[in-house]
């Protein structure tokens, strides 16, 4: 027996009619008399009395009729109530401008479909900020690079690997050669100019340790803690950068107004880390929240729109 059924039944009751009822519920008449008919069935006993004049309830189907009423009530007031106490509250999520440029706007519709009544505060700023903030308690959860943030224990955080991304090569295309490679090793930008974050931020701790493997002392000319300066920079041809596919994703003619190559060293990628306050102090709006951002980073990459990007075993 279903809800559905006994919303059929009330309605035929009330009306009288199982054509009126069909209209009323948006159903073919003949769909509405076939689960009446199955509701009869279950119940071993007829419910209504069917005549050219339209339809009354039998003894039984009067009896039926008062206790289904009394059901629908408690399912309509247990939906009622479900909605009044569904999930509240304010949550701070940390971005870096390149994470944000992918994940930012389908975590806002994302966490707006899913608990409406919760209200999402976004910060976009670099990793270093965002960390301090995260300390500071300022933030309910950030998206990290650091590769040091595990190796912290003292830090009351929960931290999950979230996914990790290539690292490319990239520069203007106005100011490139006429052929550029599709693939590029950190020992072949010995000399390039290069444009980079600076060193308190999780990209450049990154960048430092994979040159330092290559034994490569990158040409650094500028440091620019600004994603959109920085990208500006490039476009003017003073110099390249290494970012993740992502630094170029709020520019809709990336294509033609970028040149970019995969850094094929082993070992250059960015892990993408879901850092938060532990599990004891996040509200319930946050721990939900945690895992809609979790879901739509894997949407995000299984989909394709994260270029460059692979999920980890953590994230199912």
Not at 50 to 56: A, D, E, H, I, N
Not at 294 to 299: F, K, L
Not at 300 to 313: D, E, F, K, R
Request: aromatic letters at 4%; charged letters at 20%; proline letters at 5%.
């Amino acid at each position: 027996m279903e809800l559905r059924q006994l919303r059929y039944f009330v309605r035929v009751v009330e009306l009288g009619s199982m054509s009126r009822a069909a209209h009323d519920l948006d159903l073919v008449q003949s769909a509405l008399s076939q689960q009446i008919s199955r509701l009869e069935g279950e119940l071993s006993t007829r419910l209504l009395q069917r005549s050219p004049k339209g339809v009354t309830p039998t003894e039984a189907g009067v009896a039926f009729f008062r206790e289904a009423q009394l059901t629908l009530r408690h399912a309509d007031q247990a939906v009622r109530s479900a909605q009044q106490a569904r999930l509240t509250g304010t949550v701070s999520v940390g971005l870096a401008p390149t994470t944000a440029s992918v994940l930012g706007l389908p975590l806002v519709r994302a966490l707006r479909e899913r608990y409406p009544g919760v209200r999402l505060h976004m910060v976009e700023s670099l990793s270093g900020h965002l960390a301090a903030m995260l300390n500071a308690r300022e933030l309910d959860l950030a998206v990290l690079f650091d590769a040091r943030l595990a190796a912290q224990p003292t830090r009351r955080w929960t931290v999950q690997p979230l996914l990790e991304e290539d690292l490319f090569f990239i520069c203007g295309r106005a100011h490139a050669g006429p052929a550029q490679p599709d693939h590029l090793s950190l020992a072949e930008l010995q000399d390039t100019p290069l444009i980079l974050p600076t060193g308190p931020h999780g990209l450049r701790s990154t960048l430092d340790a994979a040159f330092a493997r290559a034994r490569v002392t990158p040409n650094v000319v500028l440091e620019i803690d600004s994603l959109a300066m920085l990208m500006e920079a490039v476009d003017a041809g003073l110099g390249a950068t290494l970012q993740p596919w992502a630094a170029v994703g709020r520019f809709a003619d990336a294509a033609t107004r970028f040149h970019m190559a995969r850094i094929t060293d082993a070992q250059v990628q960015r892990v993408n880390r879901l850092c938060s306050l532990s599990d004891d102090e996040l509200s319930p709006a946050a721990l939900a929240t945690r895992v809609v951002l979790a879901d739509c980073a894997r949407q995000l990459v299984q989909g394709g729109a994260w270029v460059g990007a692979a999920l980890t075993h953590h994230v199912s």
